[in-house]
Nanobody
Framework: QVQLTESGGGSVQSGGSLRLTCVAS????????MGWFRQPPGGERENVAV????????RYVDSVKGRFTISRDYAKNTVYLQMNALKAEDTAVYSC????????????????WGQGTQVTVSA
């Protein structure tokens, strides 16, 4: 069982920055990959960024490339999402997720989710 706890959400004006933090209760096979998802009001959940242990590169959804950066501190079982140049369309509930990597496809299989933290960007 992995518990994920997010923090760092809030309200910011367009163009501003926020850093989200997610702390995992343990380090295991199930935290090989950690990522961030978001769900806007009335919208679908989308995978914003992913970083898997041992991977050389992060993965981002196109709409945040160049603005968001995912990073991990493996000693602290923590994943971060630095969000710069925020836009109104980034407004959403952001959730952290963790899971193993599917070796056959080299893609993450998320098994655990945090409660989410609200990010609101005003125009």
């Amino acid at each position: 069982q992995v518990q994920l706890t997010e923090s760092g959400g809030g309200s910011v004006q367009s163009g501003g920055s926020l850093r989200l933090t997610c702390v995992a209760s343990t380090s295991s096979l199930y935290t090989t990959c950690m990522g961030w998802f978001r769900q806007p009001p009335g919208g679908e959940r989308e995978n914003v960024a992913v970083l898997c242990y041992g991977a050389d590169t992060e993965r981002y959804v196109d709409s945040v490339k160049g603005r968001f950066t995912i990073s991990r501190d493996y000693a602290k079982n923590t994943v971060y999402l630095q969000m710069n140049a925020l836009k109104a369309e980034d407004t959403a509930v952001y959730s952290c997720a963790a899971g193993p990597i599917n070796i056959a496809t080299m893609t993450p299989t998320f098994a655990y989710w945090g409660q989410g933290t609200q990010v609101t960007v005003s125009a």
